[in-house]
């Protein structure tokens, strides 16, 4: 094993953090704002997924200019979710926490369903566009051009997100998850914070979608895995925290690639769940997060 | 309040009912000829059971556990390696295992319970799937390929039989009450009330004195070991378990639904939910999904969706008019 594999191997590994992180920033976004787990996560990943190879394969479109389009698309969806299902599971007086999980797993499993249906089961992959087959050669280490762009781009709407919540809509995000009713009181509407929360999670793991779709496998069960991962590390980085998203991604991402490096691929994801236990242990409430 | 006299008299009339029931529920079989009605009800006899023990944990005491597949695929893994590898029989197997699901419970609920609502179900989804992924690299127990039970003889000390459907009916109702007349047993004990105390509000149950952490500890055994029993019963029943089959995450979801979807916290719940859901699910499988066109998905979903929104206290209420509006009352009050 050269020192040159096992920095190859961590870089990737980063990188795929980065895919990570941006992912668990939805749900934590969702999460910090109303106290709702989104187990349909995975499934707006996969269905952005979908959209990328419909667009490239109908339209020709390249994945890369899709981004805006796709973000969008996710945006409205989350908006529509929260509108038609979550808003009412909040509004609901008996066992909410209950209520809640099982809203979303049940929409969960409609979406896998309808995947099915629409997109057939079939694994696809989008073989062409600008990134597709490239890879950097840095000295001996080669990495990929999509996972590349991938970390890039996913860093980037990180960035944008930590920007938003420094906004005026950012502190009415703040406003409101601190106190919902309170907040109704100078004026802010709260289903329409909540609204646009829903959006922009939704638009994030949109965003992440995009990117994986350029060289990762499609399928409608595609964004359990995922879904897995940024459930770990949501509760590693901390429920709500952003920064403790992106921290938590990078080390899951790490300590993936390099378990795959050195014990075996099929157990890739042991050590990120070692990790957990271990910080369920030590620091029940994650390593940035405010119990 | 509620006087004594009155919940006494309830608990007996629950009895009664749950006798008569297993009455009808055993002579039901003798008038069915069709074997696909007798796996159907197999399977939802097999779900009542499995959600009456998750409903200790999950309802009664209020933690909601999303890794039950976890105590399942014991006690389904222990009584099938019991049997097949040293020759000693499933209605044997079946007290290790639910010893094992039990202790298991222990362990994942003793980091598990110093976090509460959302951290605790993902917790335990978590250890759900550790649990999966080792059972899928661990050659002992074949790894990802599953142990097959081989046929050997028919008889009742091994639960083998040629034509299985008709006499799990049997087994299976003989679980379903055994979980119910335990769920009957806790919800009158004095377990039964420090749990609803700690579901309903822990903080002020600690004030009162009551040791939240054991009280926890002593439901998620329970339920483990309810569970692990119809692990071990399922694999007897299909001869046959892989990880995916013992320990996966639907699995997961599928024992606390029947629990959600009829009432949570409730006796009658997990069995009115799976006597719902159980049929739906199959029902809609066969019709409606036939070339896997995900139709099928889309209609369960679609109905656990529903179900949730509109019925949040469960089917139960649907029946029980004057506790739901005591309930409710309470809730508002």
Redesign the interface.
Known sequence: MTASLVLQVAIGGLLMGLVYALVAAGLSLI?GLM?V?NFAHGQLLMLAMYAVFEFHTLLGLDPLVQLPLVAALLFVLGVAIYRG?IA??LA????????Q???T??????????????FG?DFRSVNSGLLFGRTVAIGQIVLPLPQIAAGLVCLLAFAALMLIARTEFGRALEATREDRDAVALIGIDRNRIFSLGWGIGAATVGIAGVMLASFYYIS?TVG?SFA?IA??T??LGG?GSLIGALIAGLLIGLTEAMTALVI?P??K??GV?MI??LV??VR?RGLFGRL | MVPVNTVLRRRRQELILGGALLVVLAVLPLAISSDYLRGLIVLTLLYAGLSQGWNILGGYCGQ?S?GHGLYFGIGAYVSTVLYVDYAIPPTLGLFAGAALAGLAALLVGW??F??S???Y???T??MG??AL??V??WDFVNAARGITIPFRHQSWVALEFRFPNFPFQYVMLAYAALAWIIAWIVEGSRWGFVWRAVKDDAVAARSLGVRIFPSKMAAAAISGAVVGVGGALYAQYVGFIDPDSGLG?SLS?LIA?PA?VGG?GTLWGPLLGAAVLIPVQQLSGAWLGGA??????????????AL??LR??GLVSLFARRPAKA??EA?AG
Request: charged content about 10%.
């Open positions: 999460f106290d787990v299902l009412r599971a609901v007086r008996f066992n909410t926490g209950m209520v999980i099982f809203v797993f049940g929409l969960s499993i409609f979406l896998v369903g309808f995947a099915q249906l629409v089961t409608p359990d897995l459930y770990v949501v509760a429920f075996d099929s157990l994801q042991i769940f957990y236990v369920l242990m029940p | 909601i999303l980091p598990c110093r976090l609502g959302h951290y179900a993902i917790a989804l978590v799937l550790i992924l080792l899928n690299n995450l979801v639904l959600v949570v896997g066109n995900g139709v099928d998905l889309m209609f369960y979903g679609a109905l656990i969706v949730a929104l949040p206290q309930a409710e809730h």
